[in-house]
């Protein structure tokens, strides 16, 4: 049964929304969100690529009267996963600390990061990330 603890509202910081809800997923946490209205017309349907990248790792986002509840009760990691950015430089960004739980992150237009943090691989880098350009 979905348990929803805490409800965050996005509303003043939405360009953080992807990263907080992807992080909020891979630590397994049922949660709501508000405030996300503005992310259906950003670089790409914000919300849609949330969902369709986050079901890879057996997490949905559903919407009800505007508010987005996380479920992760199916949440699992492969081994290795794909992820689409569709042209959205936070989709990379937010997706990419994956890699921290998943043995192999395939992030899908890599450059996208270059529209707001060009260097982001390079800081991965430093921190300690395996990255590599195909």
């Given at each position: 049964?979905?348990?929803?603890?805490?409800?965050?509202?996005?509303?003043?910081?939405?360009?953080?929304?992807?990263?907080?809800?992807?992080?909020?997923?891979?630590?397994?946490?049922?949660?709501?969100?508000?405030?996300?209205?503005?992310?259906?017309?950003?670089?790409?349907?914000?919300?849609?690529?949330?969902?369709?990248?986050?079901?890879?790792?057996?997490?949905?986002?559903?919407?009800?009267?505007?508010?987005?509840?996380?479920?992760?009760?199916?949440?699992?990691?492969?081994?290795?996963?794909?992820?689409?950015?569709?042209?959205?430089?936070r989709m990379a960004m937010a997706f990419a600390p994956l890699?921290?739980?998943?043995?192999?992150?395939?992030?899908?237009?890599?450059?996208?990061?270059?529209?707001?943090?060009?260097?982001?691989?390079?800081?991965?880098?430093?921190?300690?990330?395996?990255?590599?350009?195909?």
């Amino acid at each position: 049964s979905l348990e929803t603890t805490q409800v965050l509202d996005l509303k003043t910081c939405p360009d953080l929304a992807q990263t907080i809800i992807v992080i909020a997923a891979a630590l397994g946490k049922n949660m709501s969100f508000t405030g996300l209205e503005t992310l259906k017309i950003k670089e790409t349907d914000r919300i849609a690529a949330l969902q369709n990248e986050l079901a890879k790792i057996g997490v949905t986002l559903t919407e009800n009267n505007l508010v987005y509840t996380l479920n992760t009760d199916e949440l699992h990691f492969p081994n290795k996963i794909t992820i689409a950015t569709y042209e959205d430089h936070r989709m990379a960004m937010a997706f990419a600390p994956l890699a921290l739980l998943i043995d192999e992150v395939e992030i899908e237009e890599m450059q996208v990061v270059e529209k707001s943090y060009p260097y982001f691989w390079e800081d991965l880098k430093k921190a300690g990330f395996d990255v590599k350009e195909k």
